[in-house]
């Protein structure tokens, strides 16, 4: 059974970080492209970055270019995005999703072949 379970989410304030986690199970982890997605309320699902199997390639979306890092550890299955100088704009459920694809980093939520259930990120101003 294919799980992604994210933790990491809260409430912090302007300026603070936060780090996601995304756990995957029940499907081969490395032969996936990690992404993390972002919806706030009211507004549709938007890209935040994405990781390639063997962590070559990296892209982020320009709004947090710089303020965020994703990171993934294969051998525990494991997808990270550490979050600096958040923003109320960041304000979101955080979504972990893979794309069973070893080669070009897609930022199309239709990409992507499994999703998890959210963390909620609340950044009060």
């Known amino acids: 059974q294919v799980q992604l379970v994210e933790s990491g989410g809260g409430s912090v304030q302007a300026g603070g970080s936060l780090r996601l986690s995304c756990a995957a199970s029940?499907?081969?982890?490395?032969?996936?492209?990690m992404g993390w997605f972002r919806q706030a309320q009211g507004k549709e699902r938007e890209f935040v970055a994405a990781i390639s199997w063997d962590s070559a390639s990296i892209v982020y979306a320009d709004s947090v270019k710089g303020r965020f890092t994703i990171s993934r550890d294969n051998a525990d299955k494991m997808v990270y995005l550490q979050m600096y100088s958040l923003k109320p704009e960041d304000t979101s459920v955080y979504y972990c999703?893979?794309?069973?694809?070893?080669?070009?980093?897609?930022?199309?939520?239709?990409?992507?072949?499994?999703w998890g259930q959210g963390t909620q990120v609340t950044v009060s101003s």
């Open positions: 029940g499907f081969t982890f490395d032969r996936y492209v």
């Open positions: 999703a893979a794309d069973f694809n070893q080669g070009k980093i897609f930022r199309s939520m239709g990409a992507y072949n499994y």
